[in-house]
């Protein structure tokens, strides 16, 4: 039985000759275990005695105690990175209070209620967003996805608010370099019109966009669009170019889909397959291991810190990739999960097809060539991407796609070089320019640097269009024909003296901020998902909004805490 505890006497009250005269007690809402029954009979005995014989007005004031006025942003901050709700965190705060014995039948006016911790929620979301936008004065860049999100709302019927679920699409904004979550945005559509157009009104409200010169997304029409694609519209309402950067990751992943749906036959849902390697991958972390062969694969190095900072999917492609390359898997490996399926991230995909081939015995052809494709060009490159993030990076990376996938048979180097082509942005001669002055040779910086003076002084707003791309290059500066191509100078160059770059060319500077934007999506993804999670947990864009700044802020401030000496850390 649950209690409610008396906690404080008061003294007996005059009263009238013809009125009672006996001792009525407060109640406060501390609540104890059972250990303390036989005193709290007693006290609702009394209690009880008051409240049957009494009248309202003998009933003790409970408003005299004391305020609690302290500040708690850290405690608001938990709240939000936990997700529990203010009287779950009411009760918890004031138990973790009462066994440090902060809080006591003598002292009460430390209890924390679940208004207190709603007000402190708010204030701290609100101080966020204040400190946040400051960051955002100069731009550089800005990365943007969305997706489609079951969203809580409050609908109002017969003048009663009702909780309901609608289906709603947002658009997630982050700032590069740095990966800063500027904040989302509802579009009634998904159309490049809709998005471009929401887009530009957040982004006139909230930042100066004078110093924007890159543009970061995945590859999709709507995004990409040559005439009428996101980016473009976003390009024409402000005047002039921006650098693309399309994320080198999918390109990565798009051939991997495209060998499957051609080996082993089309997607049928979010994640099924049709074919029978497809169906085989939902359960095949429970079968058996048995010998297999070994096919080799060469994945860059990663240290035990390298390796710790990835995430539970992506660290399980990592080691069974080694597995395979070296012909055995380890128990522990064989007992783990490896993902679940998604045809919107093919990481897992990939984990499980190595996991399928090492319990099949014999394995088909068509799963081998699937398997020989991870491991000498998927999984390779996947972490290469991972290791050099940078948007210098980016033809590179395609460029070792391109040298990856030579040893593939005509068919299906055919299916390869068509995706590749359609998604080869980095090919592009601005973002080819940005990684030739970043090269480690010097006579390819000066080269980039001789094309860079040439394009300068022309301020029309180019159509981005990928080049053809040559499929038998032995250099990244190879991969396109500069002499059939008009040459436009890359944005991120345009606001750089033609001194400061002869400069930058003689040794390039490790720390140039303005060069460091990523060439892949993943930061945006991540806030992409907080979004999803607080769309159903929070009502309305302003308490959403504010509830992912709260969760970022706090995992930043303390990435983990599994010992009391990374707490101390966090303290320090």
């Known amino acids: ?33 059972s250990s303390s029954e036989s005193s709290d009979e007693s006290a609702i005995s009394v209690y009880e005695k008051n409240t049957k014989t009494g009248t309202k007005d003998d009933l003790p004031n409970t408003r005299k105690t004391k305020q609690m006025r302290i500040s708690l942003p850290n405690l608001a901050q938990a709240c939000d990175r936990t997700g529990v709700s203010d009287r779950v965190a009411s009760i918890i705060t004031n138990s973790v209070l009462q066994d440090l014995s902060i809080i006591s039948v003598e002292s009460h006016d430390k209890i924390i209620d679940r208004s207190k911790i709603r007000r402190e929620r708010k204030k701290r979301r609100n101080q966020i967003k204040i400190d946040d936008t400051k960051n955002f004065k100069f731009l550089h860049g800005i ?46 559509s998904g159309s490049a019109e ?40 976003v390009e024409l309402a402000i005047g002039r170019s921006m650098q693309w950067f399309i994320c080198i990751l999918h390109t990565n992943e798009l051939p991997l889909r495209h060998l499957i749906k051609h080996l082993d036959g089309e997607t049928t849902g979010p994640r099924e397959f049709s074919g029978q390697i497809g169906k085989e991958l939902q359960n095949c972390e429970h079968l058996s291991v048995v010998k297999f062969e070994q096919i080799r694969s060469v994945l860059p190095k990663y240290d035990a810190k390298e390796i710790e900072k990835l995430s539970t999917d992506q660290k399980y492609l990592y080691e069974i990739s ?47 060539s699937l398997v020989c494709y ?50 080869g942005y980095f090919a592009h001669p601005e973002n080819v320019l940005i990684a030739m002055l970043c ?123 599994n010992t009391k000496f990374e707490f101390s850390a966090y303290l320090s």
Request: proline share 5%.
């Open 1 to 33: 039985s649950i209690y409610r505890k008396i906690v404080e006497t008061q003294s007996p009250v005059a009263t009238s000759s013809s009125s009672r005269s006996e001792t009525h007690l407060p109640v406060e809402q501390i609540i104890n275990d």
């Open 322 to 368: 080694n597995s395979v390359s070296n012909g055995k898997i380890s128990s522990d490996l064989a007992r783990r999960q490896p993902g679940k399926i998604s045809h919107a991230r093919w990481l897992t995909t990939a984990s499980r097809i190595l996991r399928l081939y090492v319990a099949t015995d014999p394995p088909s052809e068509n799963l081998k």
């Open 439 to 561: 090269d480690e040779r010097q006579h390819i910086r000066e080269l980039g640097l001789r094309r860079i003076l040439k394009s300068r002084n022309s301020h029309e707003i180019r159509k981005f269009k990928v080049p053809e791309i040559n499929f038998n290059a032995n250099d990244y500066t190879e991969m396109i024909d500069w002499q059939q191509l008009v040459i436009s100078e890359p944005p991120m160059t345009k606001r750089i003296s033609t001194e400061d770059l002869k400069q930058m060319i003689k040794d390039v500077p490790e720390e140039i901020e303005i060069l460091r934007f990523p060439c892949h999506s993943q930061a945006i993804e991540r806030c992409v998902k907080l979004v999803t999670e607080a769309s159903l947990k929070v009502c309305g864009p302003e308490a959403r909004d504010g509830f992912i700044r709260s969760q970022i802020v706090s995992r930043q401030a303390l990435p983990k805490f």
């Open 143 to 188: 990365y943007f996805d969305g997706r489609k999100d079951r969203t809580l709302q409050n609908e109002m019927k017969d003048n009663k608010y009702y909780k309901t679920t609608i289906s709603e699409e947002h658009i997630v904004l982050v700032s590069e370099p740095k990966s800063k979550y500027m904040g989302h945005i509802s579009v009634s």
């Open 374 to 423: 991870i491991q000498n060009v998927y999984a390779p490159l996947w972490f290469e991407i991972k290791a050099r993030p940078f948007c210098f990076d980016g033809p590179v990376h395609l460029f070792n796609l391109v040298k990856r996938t030579r040893y593939l048979s005509p068919e299906l180097r055919k299916i390869v070089d068509r995706i590749i082509q359609i998604n």
């Open 194 to 233: 809709e998005i471009s157009k929401t887009m530009l009104d957040f982004l006139n409200k909230n930042v100066d966009l004078d110093n924007l010169v890159a543009v970061g997304c995945d590859g999709t029409a709507v995004n990409t669009g040559i005439h009428n694609g996101v980016i473009r519209k």
